[in-house]
């Protein structure tokens, strides 16, 4: 029984080491932790601050502002048409066509029959006037040498001036019905168009050009881009990879009044250009380069337009002054696709930045 008791003894003894030496350990933990220098851990290396990079200084286009001289043109493509050439329609009524005797390239003569209407028997009809005239006027004949009376002898009078007139009537339907070649030259435009077909009065059915007398004809894209142009105004031409002088025979200032609309609006953007010397193989069609001075300006401040900016209608550059910019609003003069002069706003040697 006595082991019985002595056993818990030994027992709370041995709990009682276990506990202090668990807490021995512990405090001797945290010393240890605590001691500078001392830890357990690793140690982290400091982290390294990013240079300092200064941002690159952007170059500037600088160009400076002088004077010089600067020159507008206008340049394009002129056509070589007839100076002379004849519109060919019927003008007192239309019809169905008769024939069409006209291609595009055929050279004709002047009085060449080019087309026709149909008429009916008009042709018959005028051949039994004719007759009827000649016999009216056999009958006055005889009137007046048989000592007729002077009532009887209008009476014939009146019956020949009818007849005559009759006569004329039906003369001129038929020429109406007919188109002639007004000139010698060549077909430049035939209406497409078959036996049969209907044709209204004044539709232009052939053209008729002379291709010995050729001037050229240049159309702008806007009647604004031709207000410089003027009479008697200088031209360089390039055909065929030679230079020709030239000059401006009509340009939209001096243009006959034009009672067509459409007319009238075809000449508000065309010019008409007479070449001195034409060769001898220009045709009709063929095209050459043109180069018209338009206006010129001289010992004035040009730049490059790229130096110009705008915003809501205003005109500015950037002028450098130092380590500064500045901005200078400028009067605009003439200007080309390259070029423009600077009328007021900056004085002859400023630094100015292009706006590229």
Known sequence: MGKLYRRPHRLRRWFSRMKIIPVNYGIALVLLLSAPGCSLLPVEDEALQPPLVQPASEPLDIVEAAKGNIETYLKGTANFVSASSAALSFKQSGGRL????AKVGEEVKEGDLLAELETGDLELQLKLQRLSVERVRLLYMEAKTSGVS??????????LERETLQLDNM????????????ISGVVIFAESLNEGDQVNAFQTIITVADPSDMQLTYVASESKDLLPIEAGMPANLKYKGKEYTGKVLQSPSNAPLAADAAKAERQAVTIVIGMDNAPDDVQIGHSAELTIRLQSRENVIVLPRSAIRSYMGRSYVQVSDGDRRKEVDVELGLTTPTQVEIVQGLEDGDQVILNN
């Open 98 to 101: 008769k024939s069409i005797n």
């Open 150 to 159: 002077d009532t009887d002898l209008r009476l014939r009078e009146i019956d």
């Open 171 to 182: 003369e001129n339907k038929l020429a109406s019905s007919r188109l002639y070649a007004p």
